[in-house]
Protein backbone atom coordinates (compact mmCIF):
# COMPACT_ATOMS: atom_id res chain seq x y z
CA UNK A 1 0.00 0.00 0.00
CA UNK A 2 1.07 3.84 0.45
CA UNK A 3 4.52 4.33 0.42
CA UNK A 4 5.08 0.83 0.30
CA UNK A 5 8.83 1.27 -1.98
CA UNK A 6 10.10 3.12 1.27
CA UNK A 7 10.63 0.47 3.77
CA UNK A 8 12.53 -1.85 1.58
CA UNK A 9 14.78 0.55 -0.22
CA UNK A 10 15.07 2.93 3.30
CA UNK A 11 16.20 -0.65 4.49
CA UNK A 12 18.75 -1.65 2.49
CA UNK A 13 20.49 1.88 2.02
CA UNK A 14 20.10 1.62 6.26
CA UNK A 15 21.61 -2.09 6.44
CA UNK A 16 25.04 -0.01 5.01
CA UNK A 17 24.94 1.68 7.64
CA UNK A 18 25.37 -1.42 10.58
CA UNK A 19 28.41 -0.95 12.65
CA UNK A 20 28.89 2.20 12.41
CA UNK A 21 29.11 4.41 15.29
CA UNK A 22 28.43 7.63 13.77
CA UNK A 23 27.33 9.02 10.44
CA UNK A 24 29.13 11.19 8.03
CA UNK A 25 27.60 13.97 5.45
CA UNK A 26 27.78 11.47 2.69
CA UNK A 27 25.63 8.75 4.77
CA UNK A 28 22.72 11.29 5.61
CA UNK A 29 22.57 12.44 2.00
CA UNK A 30 22.54 8.68 0.77
CA UNK A 31 19.20 8.08 3.33
CA UNK A 32 17.70 11.16 2.46
CA UNK A 33 17.99 10.99 -0.80
CA UNK A 34 16.21 7.64 -0.56
CA UNK A 35 14.09 9.10 1.52
CA UNK A 36 13.03 12.05 -0.89
CA UNK A 37 13.24 9.46 -4.30
CA UNK A 38 10.15 7.07 -2.42
CA UNK A 39 8.15 9.93 -1.24
CA UNK A 40 7.90 11.80 -4.93
CA UNK A 41 7.40 8.19 -6.21
CA UNK A 42 4.14 8.19 -3.90
CA UNK A 43 3.37 11.64 -5.02
CA UNK A 44 3.85 13.56 -1.82
CA UNK A 45 4.07 17.14 -2.93
CA UNK A 46 7.87 18.21 -3.61
CA UNK A 47 7.69 21.19 -0.88
CA UNK A 48 6.46 18.65 1.35
CA UNK A 49 9.54 16.60 0.75
CA UNK A 50 12.24 19.18 1.15
CA UNK A 51 11.40 20.22 5.01
CA UNK A 52 10.51 16.94 5.81
CA UNK A 53 14.14 15.98 4.64
CA UNK A 54 15.72 19.36 5.46
CA UNK A 55 14.80 18.47 9.07
CA UNK A 56 16.38 15.22 8.96
CA UNK A 57 19.66 15.97 7.84
CA UNK A 58 20.08 18.80 9.72
CA UNK A 59 19.16 16.58 13.06
CA UNK A 60 20.80 13.48 12.28
CA UNK A 61 24.23 15.94 11.17
CA UNK A 62 23.74 17.95 14.64
CA UNK A 63 22.64 15.59 17.20
CA UNK A 64 23.86 13.18 19.01
CA UNK A 65 23.26 9.30 19.35
CA UNK A 66 22.51 8.63 23.06
CA UNK A 67 24.95 6.38 24.31
CA UNK A 68 24.86 2.85 23.39
CA UNK A 69 22.98 3.59 20.19
CA UNK A 70 23.81 2.67 16.86
CA UNK A 71 24.40 5.29 14.12
CA UNK A 72 21.52 3.34 12.33
CA UNK A 73 18.85 3.15 14.97
CA UNK A 74 19.67 7.14 16.03
CA UNK A 75 18.50 7.92 12.24
CA UNK A 76 15.92 5.30 12.09
CA UNK A 77 14.02 7.22 15.06
CA UNK A 78 15.02 10.90 13.61
CA UNK A 79 13.15 10.08 10.32
CA UNK A 80 10.33 8.01 12.47
CA UNK A 81 9.54 10.97 14.66
CA UNK A 82 9.61 13.51 11.72
CA UNK A 83 7.33 11.51 9.56
CA UNK A 84 5.02 11.29 12.46
CA UNK A 85 5.29 15.10 12.78
CA UNK A 86 4.04 15.24 9.08
CA UNK A 87 0.91 12.72 9.38
CA UNK A 88 0.03 14.05 12.94
CA UNK A 89 -2.12 12.63 15.26
CA UNK A 90 -5.10 11.18 14.37
CA UNK A 91 -8.18 12.98 14.15
CA UNK A 92 -9.89 13.21 17.74
CA UNK A 93 -13.34 11.60 17.38
CA UNK A 94 -14.67 10.92 20.96
CA UNK A 95 -17.07 7.96 21.46
CA UNK A 96 -20.11 10.06 21.93
CA UNK A 97 -23.09 11.80 20.36
CA UNK A 98 -21.82 13.97 17.25
CA UNK A 99 -22.36 14.58 13.61
CA UNK A 100 -20.23 13.74 11.16
CA UNK A 101 -20.46 15.40 7.59
CA UNK A 102 -18.65 13.81 4.83
CA UNK A 103 -17.79 15.29 1.19
CA UNK A 104 -15.15 14.73 -1.23
CA UNK A 105 -15.50 14.56 -5.36
CA UNK A 106 -17.60 11.72 -6.93
CA UNK A 107 -16.54 8.20 -6.41
CA UNK A 108 -13.93 8.90 -3.59
CA UNK A 109 -15.87 6.19 -1.35
CA UNK A 110 -17.62 8.62 0.36
CA UNK A 111 -21.17 6.32 0.27
CA UNK A 112 -18.97 3.23 1.38
CA UNK A 113 -17.19 5.84 3.86
CA UNK A 114 -20.23 6.40 5.77
CA UNK A 115 -21.23 3.20 5.82
CA UNK A 116 -18.21 1.70 7.20
CA UNK A 117 -17.71 4.77 9.74
CA UNK A 118 -21.23 3.55 11.03
CA UNK A 119 -20.44 0.27 11.14
CA UNK A 120 -17.23 1.16 13.29
CA UNK A 121 -19.36 3.30 15.53
CA UNK A 122 -22.00 0.50 16.38
CA UNK A 123 -18.92 -1.81 17.16
CA UNK A 124 -17.70 0.85 20.04
CA UNK A 125 -21.70 0.62 21.69
CA UNK A 126 -23.40 3.99 20.05
CA UNK A 127 -26.13 3.77 17.63
CA UNK A 128 -25.41 5.68 14.21
CA UNK A 129 -27.40 6.91 11.50
CA UNK A 130 -26.38 7.34 7.75
CA UNK A 131 -28.01 9.87 5.90
CA UNK A 132 -27.99 10.22 1.94
CA UNK A 133 -28.01 13.43 0.93
CA UNK A 134 -26.70 13.14 -2.72
CA UNK A 135 -29.94 13.66 -5.33
CA UNK A 136 -26.94 14.32 -8.17
CA UNK A 137 -25.81 10.30 -8.70
CA UNK A 138 -28.46 7.77 -9.84
CA UNK A 139 -28.42 5.02 -7.63
CA UNK A 140 -26.45 6.36 -4.64
CA UNK A 141 -29.60 6.08 -2.85
CA UNK A 142 -29.78 2.12 -3.16
CA UNK A 143 -26.65 2.04 -2.84
CA UNK A 144 -26.22 3.91 0.82
CA UNK A 145 -29.33 1.72 1.47
CA UNK A 146 -27.73 -1.25 0.92
CA UNK A 147 -24.54 -0.33 2.71
CA UNK A 148 -26.51 0.77 5.70
CA UNK A 149 -28.13 -2.45 5.89
CA UNK A 150 -24.65 -4.22 5.57
CA UNK A 151 -23.82 -2.34 8.51
CA UNK A 152 -26.99 -2.77 10.41
CA UNK A 153 -27.20 0.87 10.82
CA UNK A 154 -29.88 3.21 10.60
CA UNK A 155 -30.70 5.47 6.96
CA UNK A 156 -32.09 7.96 6.06
CA UNK A 157 -32.62 8.83 2.00
CA UNK A 158 -35.28 9.92 0.04
CA UNK A 159 -34.80 8.85 -3.42
CA UNK A 160 -37.50 11.09 -5.01
CA UNK A 161 -36.62 14.19 -3.25
CA UNK A 162 -34.56 16.92 -5.20
CA UNK A 163 -33.37 19.72 -2.31
CA UNK A 164 -30.39 17.53 -0.62
CA UNK A 165 -30.89 20.12 1.82
CA UNK A 166 -34.28 19.66 3.18
CA UNK A 167 -33.28 15.56 3.04
CA UNK A 168 -30.84 16.67 5.26
CA UNK A 169 -33.16 18.31 8.07
CA UNK A 170 -35.61 15.69 7.40
CA UNK A 171 -33.03 12.68 8.04
CA UNK A 172 -31.61 14.62 11.11
CA UNK A 173 -35.51 14.49 12.27
CA UNK A 174 -35.57 11.28 11.43
CA UNK A 175 -33.52 9.89 13.02
CA UNK A 176 -33.41 11.70 16.07
CA UNK A 177 -33.19 8.63 18.41
CA UNK A 178 -29.19 7.84 16.90
CA UNK A 179 -26.54 9.14 18.56
CA UNK A 180 -24.25 9.39 15.58
CA UNK A 181 -25.17 10.68 12.72
CA UNK A 182 -23.38 10.98 9.73
CA UNK A 183 -24.48 12.77 6.30
CA UNK A 184 -22.75 11.43 3.16
CA UNK A 185 -23.19 14.57 0.16
CA UNK A 186 -22.72 14.42 -3.42
CA UNK A 187 -19.69 14.21 -5.22
CA UNK A 188 -19.18 15.60 -8.67
CA UNK A 189 -16.79 15.13 -11.27
CA UNK A 190 -14.19 18.11 -10.13
CA UNK A 191 -14.90 21.29 -7.89
CA UNK A 192 -17.42 22.87 -9.84
CA UNK A 193 -19.18 25.77 -8.03
CA UNK A 194 -22.43 24.57 -7.96
CA UNK A 195 -21.01 21.99 -5.71
CA UNK A 196 -19.23 23.80 -3.22
CA UNK A 197 -22.52 26.33 -2.63
CA UNK A 198 -24.68 22.84 -2.14
CA UNK A 199 -22.04 21.83 0.32
CA UNK A 200 -22.06 25.00 2.05
CA UNK A 201 -25.67 25.19 2.37
CA UNK A 202 -26.18 21.71 4.16
CA UNK A 203 -23.34 21.85 6.54
CA UNK A 204 -24.78 25.19 7.43
CA UNK A 205 -28.39 23.23 8.19
CA UNK A 206 -26.64 20.07 9.21
CA UNK A 207 -24.05 22.14 11.66
CA UNK A 208 -21.60 19.12 11.88
CA UNK A 209 -18.95 18.32 14.82
CA UNK A 210 -16.86 17.17 12.07
CA UNK A 211 -15.83 17.34 8.79
CA UNK A 212 -14.41 14.79 7.16
CA UNK A 213 -12.99 15.14 3.63
CA UNK A 214 -12.61 11.69 1.56
CA UNK A 215 -10.17 11.14 -0.60
CA UNK A 216 -8.86 8.37 -2.80
CA UNK A 217 -5.74 7.56 -1.93
CA UNK A 218 -4.57 7.41 -5.36
CA UNK A 219 -5.74 11.43 -6.05
CA UNK A 220 -2.06 12.91 -6.37
CA UNK A 221 -1.02 15.96 -6.65
CA UNK A 222 -4.55 17.48 -7.33
CA UNK A 223 -4.99 16.60 -3.47
CA UNK A 224 -3.79 19.85 -2.55
CA UNK A 225 -6.14 21.68 -4.60
CA UNK A 226 -8.93 19.71 -3.51
CA UNK A 227 -8.15 20.29 -0.04
CA UNK A 228 -7.85 24.00 0.03
CA UNK A 229 -11.48 24.62 -1.80
CA UNK A 230 -13.52 22.39 0.69
CA UNK A 231 -11.31 23.76 3.55
CA UNK A 232 -11.96 27.41 2.18
CA UNK A 233 -15.92 26.30 2.17
CA UNK A 234 -16.53 24.21 4.96
CA UNK A 235 -13.24 23.87 7.10
CA UNK A 236 -11.69 20.27 7.21
CA UNK A 237 -11.54 18.35 10.56
CA UNK A 238 -9.66 14.98 8.96
CA UNK A 239 -9.37 13.38 6.13
CA UNK A 240 -10.44 9.56 5.37
CA UNK A 241 -8.14 7.96 2.78
CA UNK A 242 -9.55 5.58 1.03
CA UNK A 243 -8.68 2.68 -1.31
CA UNK A 244 -5.63 1.85 0.28
CA UNK A 245 -6.00 -1.54 -0.11
CA UNK A 246 -5.32 -1.08 -4.31
CA UNK A 247 -1.74 -0.02 -5.64
CA UNK A 248 -2.32 3.95 -4.59
CA UNK A 249 0.44 5.51 -3.99
CA UNK A 250 -1.27 7.73 -1.18
CA UNK A 251 1.06 10.99 -1.26
CA UNK A 252 -1.48 12.86 -2.32
CA UNK A 253 -3.37 12.20 0.44
CA UNK A 254 -0.29 13.28 3.47
CA UNK A 255 0.01 16.43 1.03
CA UNK A 256 -3.88 17.53 1.28
CA UNK A 257 -3.38 16.89 5.38
CA UNK A 258 -0.99 19.11 5.27
CA UNK A 259 -2.30 21.99 3.25
CA UNK A 260 -5.32 21.82 5.22
CA UNK A 261 -3.72 21.51 8.70
CA UNK A 262 -5.60 18.56 9.84
CA UNK A 263 -5.57 15.05 10.26
CA UNK A 264 -6.04 11.59 9.18
CA UNK A 265 -9.28 10.19 10.64
CA UNK A 266 -10.03 7.10 9.12
CA UNK A 267 -8.33 4.55 6.54
CA UNK A 268 -9.96 2.90 4.05
CA UNK A 269 -8.88 -0.29 2.92
CA UNK A 270 -11.60 -2.45 0.97
CA UNK A 271 -15.15 -2.47 -0.39
CA UNK A 272 -17.21 -4.14 2.53
CA UNK A 273 -18.18 -2.03 5.50
CA UNK A 274 -15.69 -3.95 7.81
CA UNK A 275 -12.62 -2.16 5.32
CA UNK A 276 -11.91 0.54 7.40
CA UNK A 277 -9.09 0.98 10.45
CA UNK A 278 -8.88 3.97 12.29
CA UNK A 279 -5.78 5.89 12.03
CA UNK A 280 -3.14 5.53 14.24
CA UNK A 281 0.25 7.13 13.12
CA UNK A 282 3.15 5.00 15.20
CA UNK A 283 2.24 2.09 13.63
CA UNK A 284 1.49 3.69 10.11
CA UNK A 285 5.16 4.99 9.69
CA UNK A 286 6.14 2.10 11.59
CA UNK A 287 5.12 -0.07 8.92
CA UNK A 288 5.82 2.34 6.33
CA UNK A 289 9.15 2.02 7.23
CA UNK A 290 9.45 -1.73 7.46
CA UNK A 291 9.95 -1.96 11.08
CA UNK A 292 8.57 -5.74 11.91
CA UNK A 293 8.12 -4.98 15.60
CA UNK A 294 6.65 -7.79 17.96
CA UNK A 295 6.26 -5.44 20.65
CA UNK A 296 3.46 -3.78 18.77
CA UNK A 297 2.16 -7.07 17.52
CA UNK A 298 2.06 -8.49 21.35
CA UNK A 299 0.16 -5.51 22.58
CA UNK A 300 -2.39 -5.74 19.94
CA UNK A 301 -2.70 -8.95 20.55
CA UNK A 302 -2.85 -8.44 24.27
CA UNK A 303 -5.28 -5.66 23.59
CA UNK A 304 -7.28 -8.15 21.42
CA UNK A 305 -7.52 -11.11 23.65
CA UNK A 306 -8.64 -8.67 26.84
CA UNK A 307 -11.35 -7.98 24.45
CA UNK A 308 -12.27 -11.24 23.52
CA UNK A 309 -11.88 -12.05 27.16
CA UNK A 310 -14.14 -9.62 28.56
CA UNK A 311 -17.12 -11.49 26.86
CA UNK A 312 -16.14 -14.93 28.30
CA UNK A 313 -14.17 -14.34 31.26
CA UNK A 314 -13.38 -17.85 32.06
CA UNK A 315 -11.40 -18.67 29.13
CA UNK A 316 -8.12 -18.70 28.99
CA UNK A 317 -5.58 -18.65 25.88
CA UNK A 318 -3.99 -21.32 27.05
CA UNK A 319 -6.76 -24.00 27.54
CA UNK A 320 -6.11 -24.21 23.77
CA UNK A 321 -2.90 -26.25 24.32
CA UNK A 322 -4.33 -27.89 26.84
CA UNK A 323 -8.31 -29.59 26.09
CA UNK A 324 -9.22 -29.88 22.73
CA UNK A 325 -9.61 -27.15 20.36
CA UNK A 326 -13.23 -26.58 19.73
CA UNK A 327 -14.60 -24.37 17.15
CA UNK A 328 -15.68 -22.04 19.65
CA UNK A 329 -11.87 -21.30 20.44
CA UNK A 330 -11.29 -20.98 16.54
CA UNK A 331 -14.18 -18.79 16.38
CA UNK A 332 -12.23 -16.81 19.78
CA UNK A 333 -8.56 -16.66 17.48
CA UNK A 334 -10.51 -15.29 14.61
CA UNK A 335 -12.64 -12.99 16.51
CA UNK A 336 -9.22 -11.77 18.42
CA UNK A 337 -7.36 -11.43 15.16
CA UNK A 338 -9.99 -9.51 13.25
CA UNK A 339 -9.96 -6.99 16.24
CA UNK A 340 -5.71 -6.79 15.82
CA UNK A 341 -7.05 -5.24 11.90
CA UNK A 342 -6.49 -6.23 8.58
CA UNK A 343 -4.68 -9.33 8.25
CA UNK A 344 -1.71 -8.14 5.97
CA UNK A 345 -0.72 -5.03 8.45
CA UNK A 346 -0.70 -7.82 11.39
CA UNK A 347 1.64 -9.72 8.96
CA UNK A 348 3.55 -6.62 8.21
CA UNK A 349 4.55 -6.06 12.25
CA UNK A 350 5.72 -10.22 12.40
CA UNK A 351 9.41 -9.96 12.14
CA UNK A 352 10.41 -12.31 9.12
CA UNK A 353 6.92 -11.69 7.65
CA UNK A 354 7.04 -7.62 7.33
CA UNK A 355 7.88 -5.69 3.80
CA UNK A 356 9.87 -8.06 0.99
CA UNK A 357 7.81 -10.96 2.26
CA UNK A 358 4.00 -9.83 1.67
CA UNK A 359 5.53 -8.39 -1.86
CA UNK A 360 5.98 -12.38 -3.00
CA UNK A 361 2.18 -13.15 -1.89
CA UNK A 362 -0.32 -12.68 -4.93
CA UNK A 363 -1.43 -9.55 -5.08
CA UNK A 364 -5.01 -10.64 -3.98
CA UNK A 365 -3.63 -13.64 -1.15
CA UNK A 366 -4.40 -11.27 1.45
CA UNK A 367 -8.16 -10.86 0.09
CA UNK A 368 -9.08 -14.28 0.08
CA UNK A 369 -7.76 -14.71 3.36
CA UNK A 370 -10.20 -11.61 5.11
CA UNK A 371 -13.05 -13.04 2.93
CA UNK A 372 -12.84 -16.69 3.92
CA UNK A 373 -12.56 -15.39 7.57
CA UNK A 374 -15.69 -13.34 7.21
CA UNK A 375 -17.42 -16.52 5.57
CA UNK A 376 -16.08 -18.48 8.54
CA UNK A 377 -17.47 -16.35 10.85
CA UNK A 378 -21.09 -15.89 9.74
CA UNK A 379 -21.25 -19.97 9.33
CA UNK A 380 -20.23 -20.05 12.75
CA UNK A 381 -22.75 -17.96 13.93
CA UNK A 382 -25.72 -20.14 12.03
CA UNK A 383 -24.23 -23.04 14.30
CA UNK A 384 -25.61 -24.48 17.91
CA UNK A 385 -23.84 -24.63 20.91
CA UNK A 386 -22.83 -28.23 20.55
CA UNK A 387 -22.09 -28.28 17.14
CA UNK A 388 -19.48 -25.40 18.14
CA UNK A 389 -17.96 -27.96 20.94
CA UNK A 390 -18.36 -30.71 19.06
CA UNK A 391 -17.34 -29.78 14.99
CA UNK A 392 -16.96 -33.72 14.71
CA UNK A 393 -20.56 -34.52 15.16
CA UNK A 394 -21.52 -32.61 12.28
CA UNK A 395 -23.04 -33.92 9.68
CA UNK A 396 -24.14 -34.15 6.45
CA UNK A 397 -27.87 -32.95 7.02
CA UNK A 398 -26.19 -30.75 9.46
CA UNK A 399 -23.96 -29.15 7.19
CA UNK A 400 -26.64 -28.57 4.64
CA UNK A 401 -28.66 -26.85 7.63
CA UNK A 402 -25.46 -24.76 8.34
CA UNK A 403 -24.86 -23.64 4.52
CA UNK A 404 -28.42 -22.71 4.06
CA UNK A 405 -28.51 -20.68 7.69
CA UNK A 406 -25.61 -18.59 6.77
CA UNK A 407 -26.19 -18.06 3.29
CA UNK A 408 -22.84 -19.88 2.12
CA UNK A 409 -22.85 -23.35 0.25
CA UNK A 410 -22.06 -26.46 1.76
CA UNK A 411 -18.67 -26.42 0.24
CA UNK A 412 -17.48 -23.34 2.05
CA UNK A 413 -19.32 -25.28 5.39
CA UNK A 414 -16.68 -28.40 4.72
CA UNK A 415 -13.40 -25.71 4.13
CA UNK A 416 -14.38 -24.45 7.50
CA UNK A 417 -14.39 -27.83 9.31
CA UNK A 418 -11.47 -29.35 7.42
CA UNK A 419 -9.55 -25.75 8.07
CA UNK A 420 -10.75 -26.89 12.29
CA UNK A 421 -9.64 -30.24 11.79
CA UNK A 422 -5.98 -28.71 10.45
CA UNK A 423 -6.07 -26.43 13.29
CA UNK A 424 -6.88 -28.75 15.96
CA UNK A 425 -3.98 -31.19 14.84
CA UNK A 426 -1.13 -28.60 14.68
CA UNK A 427 -2.20 -27.81 17.93
CA UNK A 428 -1.65 -31.59 18.89
CA UNK A 429 1.45 -31.37 17.62
CA UNK A 430 2.31 -28.50 19.86
CA UNK A 431 1.23 -30.49 23.32
CA UNK A 432 3.71 -32.54 24.80
CA UNK A 433 6.68 -30.43 23.58
CA UNK A 434 8.76 -28.44 25.92
CA UNK A 435 9.68 -24.86 25.86
CA UNK A 436 12.75 -25.64 23.71
CA UNK A 437 10.89 -27.49 20.82
CA UNK A 438 8.35 -25.31 20.87
CA UNK A 439 10.73 -22.19 20.44
CA UNK A 440 12.33 -24.45 17.72
CA UNK A 441 9.43 -24.58 15.78
CA UNK A 442 7.85 -20.92 16.26
CA UNK A 443 12.01 -20.13 14.49
CA UNK A 444 11.10 -22.74 11.99
CA UNK A 445 7.89 -20.93 11.09
CA UNK A 446 8.84 -17.41 11.26
CA UNK A 447 12.07 -17.56 9.15
CA UNK A 448 11.04 -20.94 7.16
CA UNK A 449 8.92 -21.52 4.21
CA UNK A 450 6.43 -18.09 3.88
CA UNK A 451 3.47 -20.31 4.03
CA UNK A 452 3.94 -21.67 7.67
CA UNK A 453 4.47 -18.44 8.73
CA UNK A 454 1.51 -17.83 10.24
CA UNK A 455 1.21 -20.64 12.69
CA UNK A 456 2.30 -19.08 15.62
CA UNK A 457 -0.95 -16.85 15.44
CA UNK A 458 -3.30 -19.29 14.01
CA UNK A 459 -2.93 -20.89 10.14
CA UNK A 460 -4.63 -17.94 8.53
CA UNK A 461 -2.10 -17.33 6.23
N1 LIG B 1 -10.99 -1.25 -3.02
C1 LIG B 1 -11.68 -0.27 -2.41
N2 LIG B 1 -12.74 0.25 -3.02
C2 LIG B 1 -13.40 1.24 -2.39
C3 LIG B 1 -13.02 1.72 -1.12
N3 LIG B 1 -13.89 2.71 -0.77
C4 LIG B 1 -14.77 2.81 -1.78
N4 LIG B 1 -14.48 1.92 -2.77
C5 LIG B 1 -15.16 1.73 -4.07
O1 LIG B 1 -15.07 2.93 -4.82
C6 LIG B 1 -16.22 3.11 -5.62
C7 LIG B 1 -16.81 4.49 -5.34
O2 LIG B 1 -17.26 4.53 -3.98
P1 LIG B 1 -18.55 5.32 -3.52
O3 LIG B 1 -18.70 5.10 -2.08
O4 LIG B 1 -19.69 5.02 -4.41
O5 LIG B 1 -18.05 6.80 -3.82
P2 LIG B 1 -18.81 8.17 -3.63
O6 LIG B 1 -17.75 9.14 -3.25
O7 LIG B 1 -19.95 8.05 -2.74
O8 LIG B 1 -19.30 8.47 -5.10
P3 LIG B 1 -20.37 9.61 -5.58
O9 LIG B 1 -21.63 9.36 -4.86
O10 LIG B 1 -20.46 9.38 -7.04
O11 LIG B 1 -19.76 10.91 -5.26
C8 LIG B 1 -17.15 1.98 -5.27
O12 LIG B 1 -17.04 0.98 -6.24
C9 LIG B 1 -16.64 1.47 -3.93
O13 LIG B 1 -16.90 0.10 -3.74
C10 LIG B 1 -11.85 1.15 -0.48
O14 LIG B 1 -11.42 1.51 0.61
N5 LIG B 1 -11.24 0.16 -1.17
Known amino acids: MVLDNLGSSLRSTMDTLRGKSRLDEEDVQEIVKEIQRSLLQADVEVGLVMDLSSNIEERALNEEPP ?32 TIMLSGLQGSGKTTTAAKIAW ?7 RPAVIQTDTFRPGSYQQAKQMAENAEVQFYGDPDAEDPVKIARDGLEATEDADVHIVDTAGRHALETELIDEIEEIEETVDPDRNLLVLDAAIGQG ?8 DDAI ?44 FEPDG ?17 VERAMQETGEEEEDWEPEDMLQGSFTLKDMQRQMDAMSKMGPLDQVMDMIPGMGGGMMDQLPDDAMDVTQDRMRNFEVIMDSMTDEELEEPRSIGAQQVQRIAR ?15 HKMMDQTLNQFQGMGDGDMQRMMKKMQGGDGGGGMGGMGPFG
Open 67 to 98: GGTSARDHILKIVYEEMIEVVGESTELPLESQ
Open 223 to 230: AKEQAREF
Open 284 to 300: FISRLLGMGDLKQLSER
Open 405 to 419: GSGTDEETVQELLQQ
Open 120 to 126: WFSKKGL
Open 235 to 278: GVDGVTITKLDGTAKGGGALTAVNETDSSIAFLGTGETVQDIER
